[in-house]
């Protein structure tokens, strides 16, 4: 039976039912593992209970809710940030980014491997996009350099983390690269929040940068264990892009089930320092018995590892070949920065035990030899 044809019968985590079986999960987004936390199934189900599924109606008005205050508040105490913005996606984020602050740039660069959603979010400008090769600064560099017009401010358009390699964008050259034309840089930060730096707020804290220029938008559905989008900055900032996005005024906001675990998720986050020490613990284990068998992992502190083609490896007979050992792994060829010929997608998870890693690099060492 292919792995590739099978879902998931059961809650997610570090262990799960597929086709009835019980296999080692390395596959999907929740990093932390929040996602079947009692508190957070709890809280979605006393919403449920308390309020039904939705206001059915717009944010503003009749439409606000005490849930969604409990949630932008967690949010605003994770983040360290005076304001933030809820709504219904992740991806959404960087449409509403480029929408509300149009007026601050002419001509987008763009990495060539980003997410669908900020190339959407790139054409509904009407600016000139121009892609740049993949993580490469020289490259931004160059396209700027011959490019750029005079009097255009250029926006640079990249993942933090991108969904497939796991590849971390290099931030502070790209931010180099946007001031010295008097421009900015966006970033979406889907995979890195929650996961990077010492707080877990993505990227940009990774690379210790705070700069006006650099703006991020993530999403609770991944590490953070919830549903929906997140901006975060300065109050007045925050309520310009409130003002000035379509998809903020247009879109129906997240249920409160939703709000209710993403609040509780992002409380359980904050408060247990020790998920984030047990993802990179076990990010650090993987990397490193992977490193061993002779693949290139480096010491990324990214939860997703990413197996490259080898010559005479067919990596879908390694996929179906762990499934049967009761290890589910993705294989990916066509989604944003796949690598050529596709790549084994592994997902580290905090709440992965070290005999779960040891026994996947066992396998996937047994399997390739």
């Known amino acids: 039976m292919a792995a590739s044809n099978l879902g998931m019968e059961g809650p997610v985590g570090a262990r799960v039912r597929i086709a009835g079986r019980e296999v080692d999960y390395f596959a999907g987004t929740g990093y932390l593992g929040l996602q079947n936390h009692p508190e ?24 606000e809710h005490p849930l969604y205050a409990e949630l932008e508040g967690e949010a605003r105490a994770f983040f360290g940030a005076e304001k933030v ?78 969904p497939i390699s796991g590849e971390i964008a290099p931030l502070p050259d790209y931010l180099a690269l946007a001031e010295e034309y008097g421009g900015r840089v966006y ?37 953070l264990g919830g549903y929906g989008g997140i901006i975060w900055g300065e109050a007045s900032w925050v309520e310009e892009i409130d003002r000035n996005s379509r998809v903020l005024a247009g879109a129906s906001p997240p249920p409160l089930v939703a709000a209710a675990a993403s609040a509780a998720a ?9 998920l984030l020490a ?63 010929g596709g790549g084994l997608r592994i997902a580290v998870f905090a709440t992965h035990t070290a005999e779960q890693i040891d026994r996947l690099v066992e396998e996937i060492g047994k399997i390739s030899s």
């Not at 957070?40 to 439409?63: D, L, Q």
């Not at 930060?189 to 993530?218: I, Q």
């Not at 992002?266 to 020790?274: E, I, K, M, Q, V």
Request: net charge neutral; hydrophobic share 40%.
């Open 278 to 340: 047990a993802l990179r613990s076990n990010v650090a284990r993987a990397r490193r018995g992977l490193t061993e068998l002779g693949w290139e992992m480096g010491d990324s502190p990214a939860p997703i590892l990413c197996l490259e083609a080898r010559e005479g490896m067919n990596l879908i007979r390694l996929r179906d070949r762990l499934f049967e050992r009761e290890i589910a792994v993705d294989y990916v060829r066509s989604y944003t920065s796949a690598p050529p």
């Open 85 to 162: 913005l809820y709504f219904p996606s992740g991806y959404q984020g960087m449409a509403v980014l480029t929408q509300a602050t149009g007026g601050a740039f002419e001509h987008i660069f763009i990495d060539l491997s980003a997410h669908f959603s900020l190339w959407d979010a790139a054409y509904a400008t009407n600016r000139p996009i121009t892609p740049f090769h993949h993580l490469r600064p020289e490259s931004l560099a160059a396209r700027l350099r011959e490019d750029l017009q005079p009097g255009e401010r250029p926006l640079v358009l990249s993942d933090g983390v991108f």
């Open 187 to 223: 970033l979406d930060d889907a995979h890195a929040v929650g996961v990077l730096g010492e707080h877990g707020r993505g990227t940009p804290e990774l690379f210790s940068v705070s700069d006006s220029r650099c703006r991020t938008s993530g999403t609770f559905a991944k590490a």
């Open 40 to 63: 957070v199934v709890e809280a979605a189900a006393e919403a449920a209970r308390r309020y039904g599924i939705s206001t059915a109606t717009s944010r503003g008005g009749y439409g």
């Open 266 to 274: 992002l409380r359980l986050a904050r408060t247990s320092p020790g």
